[in-house]
């Protein structure tokens, strides 16, 4: 089963008001697992970079200048997510720009129902949880010492992590190991027992006797009072 891991950087929060995507990063996944196959352009937003926007992924308008505009690359994105189902964290922020980008360079648009969002899929397994990128990578131990700012390629790495074991993907993986271990070889020590004859739990005739003289001194026990 092939699968595309997803994350765009842009100029801020709406296309619709004019903002756009600066960097896509794609993972190519094979039954869950990255193959090794990677797809990440920066791109030139063709306007300003706002200072909130920069403070958070770090490209600043200067280093997007030379870049090549995103309609340039956008047979290339396409042919390499081909028809392959999408993984996005808050999927429809990020498929929200790729397809205003799409159309603005005459393409169709990629349709929702191709979609898998994690952070649903976050909610569903951990309901009332944090379902940010962070906060998953932290329930998961996932390494986040290179996550000094957002980047598309970095952070889609990560969410294919994340994504793998939202999923359980590791679990296959762990239920071989273990059942390699319990397949191993084991020296079993076999002890010979002794049988003993069973032991004798008839009263004697001296603990019969006591046992008379006992209830010999009981005063109205309560078997008397039972009638015949």
């Known amino acids: 089963m092939r699968e595309i891991v997803l994350d765009t950087e842009t100029t801020g929060l709406d296309p619709l008001s004019g903002h756009r995507v600066v960097e896509v990063g794609c993972i190519e996944l094979l039954n869950h697992m990255p193959t090794g196959r990677e797809f990440h352009f920066y791109a030139n937003p063709e306007r300003d970079m706002p200072p909130e926007a920069e403070a958070v992924h770090g490209l600043s308008s200067s280093f997007l200048a030379d870049k090549p505009l995103f309609s340039s690359l956008a047979d290339e994105l396409l042919g390499f997510i081909g028809d392959a189902p999408i993984i996005a964290h808050n999927a429809g922020f990020d498929m929200g720009f790729i397809n205003a980008e799409l159309?603005?360079?005459?393409?169709?648009?990629?349709?929702?129902?191709?979609?898998?969002?994690?952070?649903?899929?976050?909610?569903?397994?951990?309901?009332?949880?944090?379902?940010?990128?962070?906060?998953?990578?932290?329930?998961?131990?996932?390494?986040?010492?290179?996550?000094?700012?957002?980047?598309?390629?970095?952070?889609?790495?990560?969410?294919?992590?994340?994504?793998?074991?939202?999923?359980?993907?590791?679990?296959?993986?762990?239920?071989?190991?273990?059942?390699?271990?319990?397949?191993?070889?084991?020296?079993?020590?076999?002890?010979?027992?002794?049988?003993?004859?069973?032991?004798?739990?008839?009263?004697?005739?001296?603990?019969?006797?006591?046992?008379?003289?006992f209830i010999a001194k009981l005063k109205n026990p309560i078997w008397l009072k039972i009638p015949a």
Not at 175 to 182: E, I, M, T, Y
């Open 103 to 213: 159309r603005r360079a005459g393409k169709s648009p990629l349709t929702s129902e191709r979609t898998i969002d994690t952070v649903m899929l976050a909610r569903r397994k951990f309901p009332g949880a944090q379902a940010s990128l962070d906060a998953l990578c932290r329930r998961f131990s996932i390494d986040l010492s290179e996550r000094g700012k957002h980047g598309a390629l970095l952070d889609a790495k990560l969410l294919a992590k994340v994504y793998l074991e939202l999923v359980g993907g590791r679990e296959p993986g762990l239920a071989l190991a273990s059942n390699a271990v319990d397949a191993s070889p084991t020296l079993v020590e076999i002890k010979t027992r002794t049988a003993r004859e069973a032991r004798p739990h008839a009263a004697s005739a001296d603990e019969l006797t006591a046992h008379a003289v």
